[in-house]
């Protein structure tokens, strides 16, 4: 089950078999005691002691029935978004008495979905599997990747599938946003994130007042910020603060600073944080309101030609559920 803790191959990486990102199941041979679907939930697998359903005993994961004869399960999975994949977690979490003795895992690269003609190509070689226990794999496979294949020999449950990696950058002609997760955007470094800060850079509105970034009631002077690391060299054009959900909450106003850190500092939280001290500021502060989308544009967002991070301020603290940061890549590319 999850420590919590990731191996070095995880670092810099988001999981591209994230429900909440997009991922989704696409087919399985057997999904009788429990659904793909539960195997790609963000949060962490529960128990649930005295849970049954018509099928037996529920389990937060994907399992199929015992086998009776030869062969063994298998299913594929819709990655959230093409990607560079680095490591696995296959995840056994309370599946003590049934969980598949080994797996293995192959990519295919087909952004219409796999058929019968689709390459398959072998990421994880056939490697035993043990009872309510994470199980990392690193890969080191190049290309990109859409799909993955599971296959547990012979059958059992898996309560999750991570599939950590780093998505690819879609060409595009017009201003995208550089800040996403499914881009490539990334938190680097940040003041306070007391209730969350994974959801910032995810698709889609927030489902709810969990599903953003949140800092802690601030008691000193001063205010809270977060850096983002774009998933592009770039010009920023636009930038978009939604406060869904965040009513009683909210902050008051929020700043926007921007620095080009190609071939400096690199991801240094503590290096990125200090040098953000005296970045050019891009959006100066702009009151916010609550629960709605603020779209920065025009001349209220400077030109500060080509930038690898940015920094949002908020003040004095609060809650922003999603950010985003609209720009054209530059020469150069990709951060
Ligand atoms: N106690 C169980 O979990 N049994 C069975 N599985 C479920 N989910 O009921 C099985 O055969 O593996």
């Known amino acids: 089950m999850s420590t919590g803790a990731l191996p070095a191959f995880a670092r810099g990486t988001i999981n591209l078999a994230s429900a909440s990102l997009g991922a989704r199941g696409i ?30 005993k529920w389990m937060d994961g994907w399992e199929t029935r015992r086998r009776r004869g030869p062969g063994h399960d298998h299913a594929i999975v819709a990655l959230a978004t093409p990607g560079r994949i680095r490591g ?12 598949p003795t080994a797996c293995a895992i192959e990519g295919c690269h087909a952004p219409g979905g796999p ?25 080191a496979a190049d290309g990109l990747f859409s799909h993955v294949r599971l296959r547990i020999y012979p059958d059992g449950g898996v309560a999750r599938l991570r599939v950590y990696g780093i ?53 000193e002077p001063g205010h809270e910020w977060i850096v983002v690391r774009l998933a592009a060299r770039a010009t920023v054009e636009s930038i978009v603060v939604d406060t869904a959900h965040f009513k009683g909450n909210y902050p008051d106003a ?19 944080t200090a040098a953000s001290m005296f970045w050019q500021e891009i959006l100066p502060e702009q009151k916010l309101a609550a629960d709605r989308i603020h779209t920065f544009d025009g001349d209220r967002v400077k030109r500060a030609g080509a930038v690898t991070h940015i920094r949002l301020n908020i003040h004095p603290d609060g809650g922003i559920s999603r950010l985003r940061v609209f720009g054209r890549v530059a020469e150069g590319g990709k951060t």
């Open 167 to 219: 998505p690819a950058l879609a060409p595009a002609e017009g201003p995208i946003d550089l800040a996403s997760a499914l881009s490539g955007g990334q938190v680097v470094a940040l003041s306070n994130g007391h209730y969350g800060h994974q959801r910032l850079l995810a698709p889609g509105r927030g489902v709810n007042m969990g599903d953003g970034w949140e800092t802690s009631r601030r008691r």
């Open 254 to 272: 929020c700043s926007v600073q921007a620095a080009d850190l190609t071939g400096t500092t690199g991801d240094l939280p503590t290096l990125v």
């Open 27 to 56: 087919s399985a041979t057997d999904e009788f005691f429990g659904p793909l679907s539960r195997m790609l939930a963000d949060e962490p697998a529960a128990y649930h002691p005295g849970r049954y359903d018509e099928n037996g």
């Open 88 to 99: 696995f977690d296959v995840d056994t979490a309370y599946f003590t008495g049934n969980y």
């Open 115 to 139: 058929d019968e003609a689709t390459d398959w190509v072998t990421l994880i070689a056939a490697s035993p599997l043990g009872p309510s226990a994470q199980h990392f794999f690193d890969c």
